[in-house]
């Protein structure tokens, strides 16, 4: 399996806390993905990083950030939790080059109430 | 227009028979396509990826892909009811390292 974890794998938070979920990695992987998942949406991406403190926004970013100090850690904050993010919270990670394959974290299923 | 679409299903297919699942794709310069099985409450898991046009077969798998069209579609033979899970397809464009998944399609064998 590749060597990608996030934590924590279940939260339950209440609605205007800040959150913070950790993806880490031990592949050495440059790309690295944050995604969440609600039915009949498929996997939406939030933010992804191509380096160390090199992020860029996805197609819903908005109420998320991100940080990557670190190759090995992607972090995704949810600045004032809303009940609409509650999902379920992919990571990703993939190689240097478009042609390799984008492996998954277990995910992380956040409760806002 | 969403960047990758896909037909969220469910589709049925009885067991022994030729699942077909398709995409379509917006960036005509995309050029890595992936498709991803996902079984309920599980992670991604990669089936097959293909970045030139034509066909690529991997036992009972197979990718087409035709650039001219925008569409990629996964074609699984002698189907079988551990084929039954959510496919989802994905694209990365020639730009910025922007992988994106379509909505998926939610696949039913049926014994």
């Known amino acids: 399996d590749a060597g990608i974890t996030q934590s924590p794998r279940h939260k339950v938070t209440e609605t205007g806390t800040p959150v913070t979920l950790r993806c880490h990695q031990t592949?050495?992987?440059?790309?690295m993905y944050w995604y969440r998942q609600d039915p009949g949406h498929g996997l939406r991406l939030i933010h992804y990083?191509?380096?160390?403190?090199?992020?860029d926004k996805g197609e819903v970013s908005d109420g998320y950030s991100v940080s990557r100090s670190k190759t090995e850690d992607f972090l995704l904050t949810l600045e004032s939790a809303t009940s609409s993010q509650t999902s379920v919270y992919f990571c990703?990670?993939?190689?240097?080059?478009?042609?390799?394959?984008?492996?998954f974290g277990q995910g992380t299923r956040l409760t806002v109430v | 227009q969403k960047e990758v679409e896909q037909n969220s299903g469910p589709l049925s297919v009885p067991e022994g028979a030729i699942a077909s699942l398709n995409c379509t794709y917006s960036d005509r310069v995309s050029q890595s396509f992936f498709w991803y099985r996902q079984y309920s409450g599980k992670s991604p898991e990669l089936i097959m990826s293909i970045y030139s046009n034509g066909d690529k077969e991997d036992g009972r798998f197979t990718a087409q892909l035709n650039k001219a069209s925008q569409y990629v579609s996964l074609l699984i033979r002698d189907s079988q009811p551990s084929d039954s899970a959510t496919y989802l397809c994905?694209?990365?464009?020639?730009?910025?390292?922007?992988?994106?998944f379509g909505q998926g399609t939610r696949l039913t064998i049926n014994p």
């Open positions: 990083s191509y380096g160390v403190k090199d992020t």
């Open positions: 990703a990670i993939q190689g240097a080059t478009k042609n390799t394959e984008a492996f």
């Open positions: 994905a694209v990365i464009g020639r730009g910025a390292q922007k992988l994106v």
């Open positions: 592949e050495n992987h440059r790309y």
